[in-house]
């Protein structure tokens, strides 16, 4: 699991919290990828950490969240060169064919379990694929035509920032989308050496190597309806957490501070001086933490996560929305689209350091 990177496009959160402990639906993005693994059966895993890695360990070491699996975290001193780097830095405490994931991808277990099911051959590069959501900004996987059922051999990866579409426009081949997750033999280290030498910064850039020498690599297209997301940014930060709060409605009941419906009940909050008040409104999904004081007149949801320790000021309006721990929003504040962290909030789109939160 590669979780060394700076995480720059969610600044500033990451500023002071690494990436893969930022918080979805109130567990750290680092749990989801750990929870699919663990369910597709995985019991052992390895960690690449680098910026604020320290912290990574700490929590992986204390958490009671996933006591069944063991984790080695592994310190990637070269991380700032590119997540390659941060691949090569596990190659010692790595024995045989093995599942390599990014520590910011929530996806579900199904999509490991088919591609880990699917690896019936040594020394072949295998990647979950969709051919859903095919965005040009995503890699891609260029496959062959013709092959029936979830296989296919696979050609290269590409995508815009890459530059290798070399092909992609060729009757006998097709495109499909990377969900971001591979079987990769042990080998893969040889070609990450090779690329590095080369300049390369990217796995990516092994993985292609490799199957272009070889000519072992097979897409394995994921089928039936699937979820996954990069948590890259603001906006897929956001979306991340309104799908695992819905996804939260369905399968749990209004317990531990989860509102799945509309309600104006069970919230701390409004005057003790004994006149009238309007009470909080709670449009569910929604997710509130300890100790937090919602005040009167606000209204909260839907798709809102609060953390602990947070205050939402009188007549404040929440929809769509990330409140980190400690977090204060003012009186008759409009947060929306939005991940507020203390006092500076991060619009989805554009970097708003408003320290009124208005």
């Not at 815009?160 to 080998?187: F, H, M, Q, W, Y």
């Not at 090779?194 to 190597?209: C, I, M, Q, T, W």
Request: with cysteine; aromatic share 6%.
């Amino acid at each position: 699991m590669l979780a060394a990177g700076s995480g720059a496009r969610l600044s500033p959160l990451t500023s002071v919290t690494p990436k893969a402990l930022l918080p979805i639906a109130n567990r750290p993005l680092i749990d989801y990828v750990i929870d699919s693994i663990q369910e597709a059966g995985i019991t052992e895993i390895v960690v690449a950490t680098g910026y604020l890695g320290s912290r990574i360990v700490k929590y992986l070491k204390t958490s009671k969240e996933h006591s069944t699996i063991e984790i080695e975290c592994v310190k990637a001193n070269r991380y700032r060169e590119g997540p390659l780097y941060s691949f090569l830095a596990t190659e010692e405490y790595i024995y045989g064919d093995f599942l390599l994931i990014p520590a910011d991808l929530i996806l579900g277990h199904k999509i490991i379990s088919e591609l880990v099911k699917s690896h019936t051959e040594k020394n072949v590069v295998r990647v979950a694929t969709s051919r859903e959501d095919l965005r040009s900004k995503r890699t891609s996987v260029l496959c062959y035509e013709g092959q029936r059922g979830s296989r296919s051999t696979m050609l290269r990866f590409y995508s815009s920032e890459i530059g290798n579409e070399k092909g992609k426009d060729d009757k006998k081949t097709s495109a499909s989308t990377s969900i971001g997750v591979s079987v990769c033999p042990r080998k893969l280290f040889e070609y990450a050496h090779v690329v590095a030498r080369k300049g390369s910064k990217r796995v990516v850039d092994a993985l292609n190597e490799y199957v272009t020498e070889t000519g072992l690599g097979r897409c394995i297209r994921i089928s039936g309806k699937q979820y996954w997301f990069d948590v890259d940014t603001i906006e897929e930060m956001l979306n991340a957490n309104s799908f695992i709060l819905r996804k939260k409605l369905v399968s749990e009941k209004n317990s531990g501070h989860f509102y799945p419906h509309q309600t104006t009940s069970q919230v701390s909050g409004g005057r003790s001086d004994g006149d009238e008040t309007r009470p909080p409104k709670i449009v569910g999904p929604v997710l509130i933490g300890e100790r937090c004081i919602i005040g009167e007149g606000s209204i909260i949801g839907p798709s809102v996560s609060i953390q602990n320790k947070c205050t939402i000021g009188t007549f404040a309006k929440l929809r769509n929305a990330i409140i980190l721990r400690d977090s204060k929003i003012c009186n008759s504040a409009v947060i929306e689209d939005a991940v507020v962290c203390g006092q500076i909030t991060v619009r989805a789109g554009k970097l708003d350091r408003d320290v009124e939160n208005e």
